[in-house]
């Protein structure tokens, strides 16, 4: 018993009856200039153990623009284990899918005879098919129709994997110049087929091979690797199975010597197919790409293969014109330039609905378009990715649409976006017209707008709109609230506007460098009673309400004045009242004794120099330390002698 199955490039985890990839592996430039650019590819891996039996495999669809030059091919690997017999290919056709409307059987590929390896011993197949020119500006899946069914049986089953392959630049007259295929009758570990091409560094080689072995083949020296995949042995079968495909570039040798596709794996019978692509360079046949439409560079620096041009807006790199009235907020159109375009202020209001109208150019059709995101409240020499408001649509390889918002500051409401194709009036094509629905919940600190936007290949634009949009009116949103420690009293900051806030205490907090701080307040030095409400009153009554101001004198009576008795009496009754204040309960007790404290007077004093015992005994000491300083400056200074008045 044997069952059937089809290679891929991925390692493959068996979670599910059907595995769709969109593949995005990094490729090397070419070794020497040709026009030969990879565009994208797609695949389908179809296993045998968990999937229904069917004779017909859907490869993701390939989004084909306006690239000139064009070649898809299609590999087909196949592992003939199963016991339905020998399974082939019988046709594969590009129709079918959401973005596209060519007819059916109209776009019918090309089987290259020469690239069809079939291993009767090992059971496993591979194929090589190409659509010449594929339509321009379609959206389409490839059909593989099989004839036998791959997929689970009982115990058995068959594998499929089926990939398609874009390419620009290529020659239209002999898209493949040579095509070989080999195969091996006793199992070993180098898989390998070889071409022999003419003088010519613009031709490129593609292969595919499909083993018996579960080891993951590795690529020969001077291939490079798109992807590879093994898959264990099926329930009751001990064989297993591997796959991979590659390319490699012309040498530019006069003549080129052979072209080996090599591979290490594990010890197996494998079949393998490989044809060289011819690029347009050839005899000069490359197509003028329409202006604005080119996809793809073959620069000499290797700076850039594939699909090099971002969307747009407005113009192109080749600053052409192709997209008018490419932007406007509430009805309000404007002509976007390359980078920054001059837009009048608009104003919109909190809590009222407003929209942003986007109409976008994709050189490869509107369904390679993938992210497109607004910000909001840029300042001046801010960049995009500083704004604390930004809207993002975003559509998947499989057409998936999603909306998100990067809002920390909760000032966005009620956002939605819708997707349309529109014609684009200036190139005669499709374009992408997104309508962003949005609300403002609170004021935003500056005006500008700005654009980010990317194709499935990360080509990214920017643009900006200035003076751009004014948003006036109160908030909706409560307001913040912060909580911190300053000298080890907890504070809750409430913030009144940007960057200010006022805690519990009517205290005033600027936000400044990251961190909230007190602001200063100038002290006032107030006597502390005196602002004290009893302590008013106490004044007022006794004063017989005269204002405060005019007490201020009071405090500056000595006890011989005539009004201290006044400033007495209500200095008592302050102090009850702070009393009763600081201590409640001071006044349970009578403290009516306090006025029986015994006391004694002083004797009567004298001033010292009116004391005739001291001052007798002040000029002694004089005359005894002036006696003592002149011996002492004799011994010092023998033979000087001295002033009388020197000592004086």
């Not at 070649?71 to 196949?78: D, G, Q």
């Not at 920017?462 to 751009?468: E, K, S, V």
Request: charged content about 20%; some cysteine; glycine content about 6%.
């Amino acid at each position: 018993m044997t069952f059937f199955k089809i290679s891929c490039a991925l390692l493959i985890l068996f979670l599910s009856p059907l595995f769709v990839f969109n593949i995005g592996d990094a490729f090397a430039m070419f070794d020497t200039p040709s026009s030969i650019t990879f565009i994208d590819k797609e695949r389908l891996y179809y296993p045998s153990s968990t999937s229904p039996q069917v004779t017909v495999l859907t490869i993701p669809s390939i989004s084909i623009g306006t690239q000139t030059d064009r070649l898809l091919v299609a590999s087909i690997s196949l592992d003939n284990q199963g016991d339905v017999g020998a399974i082939k290919v019988n046709s594969v056709q590009f129709q079918g899918g959401a973005g596209c409307t060519v007819p059916a059987n109209s776009q019918n590929f090309t089987s290259v005879s020469g690239a069809i390896a079939n291993n009767t011993a090992g059971d496993v197949r591979t194929e090589i098919w190409y659509l010449l020119a594929p339509p321009q500006n379609q959206d389409c899946t490839t059909i593989v129709t099989l004839d036998k069914p791959v997929g689970r049986a009982g115990n058995l089953g068959a594998s499929a994997v089926a990939r398609t392959v874009f390419y620009s630049g290529v020659h239209q007259v002999t898209p493949i110049d040579l095509a070989a295929s080999n195969t091996n009758g006793v199992a070993n570990t180098t898989p390998t087929v070889s071409l022999t091409p003419g003088a010519n560094s613009t031709q490129i080689i593609f292969d595919t091979l499909s083993t018996t072995s579960s080891t993951l083949p590795s690529v020969g020296a001077d291939q490079i690797r798109y992807n590879r995949s093994s898959t264990p042995a099926f329930p009751t079968v001990s064989s297993a199975w591997s796959a991979a495909y590659s390319y490699q570039n012309g040498t530019g040798a006069d003549p080129q010597p052979a072209a080996v596709m090599s591979y290490t794996s594990g010890n197996s019978f494998w079949a393998i197919s490989a044809i060289m692509i011819n690029s347009c360079d050839i005899g000069n046949s490359c197509s003028v790409a329409a202006s604005g439409s080119s996809s793809g560079s073959n620069d000499k620096n290797g700076s850039c293969h594939g699909d090099c041009s971002p969307p747009t807006l407005g113009i192109d790199k080749n600053n052409k014109r192709v997209v008018t009235n490419g932007f406007a907020f509430n009805q309000n159109p404007v002509d976007a330039e390359l980078y920054f375009t001059p837009y009048p202020l608009i104003t919109a209001y909190v809590g009222e609905e407003n929209t942003i109208d986007l109409r976008i150019y994709e050189n490869d059709g509107p369904t390679n378009l993938a992210h497109v995101a607004i910000a909001f409240g840029l300042g001046h020499g801010e960049t995009f990715t500083e704004s604390n408001a930004v809207i993002n649509w975003d559509r998947s390889f499989d057409g998936k649409e999603t909306v998100s918002i990067t809002d920390p500051y909760n000032v966005l409401d009620n956002v939605r976006v819708n997707a349309t194709d529109v014609d684009c009036d200036d190139v005669g094509s499709k374009c992408t017209h997104l309508i962003f629905y949005h609300t403002f919940r609170a004021p935003l600190e500056f005006n500008m707008v700005a654009t980010n936007i990317w194709d499935q290949d990360r080509n990214a634009w920017q643009n900006y709109f200035n003076h751009g949009l004014q948003v006036v009116g109160e908030s909706l949103n409560p307001p913040n609230i912060h909580s911190g420690i300053y000298k080890g009293k907890i504070y809750q900051l409430t913030e009144v506007e940007k960057n200010k806030s006022v805690d519990d205490d009517g205290n005033t907090w600027t936000f400044d460098y990251g961190i909230w701080n007190k602001d200063y307040v100038d002290v006032k030095k107030t006597d502390r009673p005196l602002v004290n409400a009893d302590k008013i009153w106490a004044i007022n009554y006794v004063l017989n309400e005269d204002s405060v101001d005019d007490t201020y004198d009071a405090y500056n009576y000595d006890r011989y004045h005539v009004e201290f008795p006044i400033q007495k009496e209500y200095q008592i009754i302050l102090a009850e009242n702070l009393l009763e204040e600081m201590c409640p309960k001071c006044f349970d007790d009578s403290f009516e004794e306090i006025d029986d404290i015994s006391y004694y007077e002083f004797e009567e004093s004298l001033k010292r120099y009116d004391d005739s015992e001291f001052v007798s005994t002040i000029e002694y000491e004089a005359e005894m330390a002036e006696e003592l300083l002149e011996e002492m400056m004799s011994s010092f200074y023998p033979g000087i002698i001295f002033e009388e008045n020197d000592f004086s």
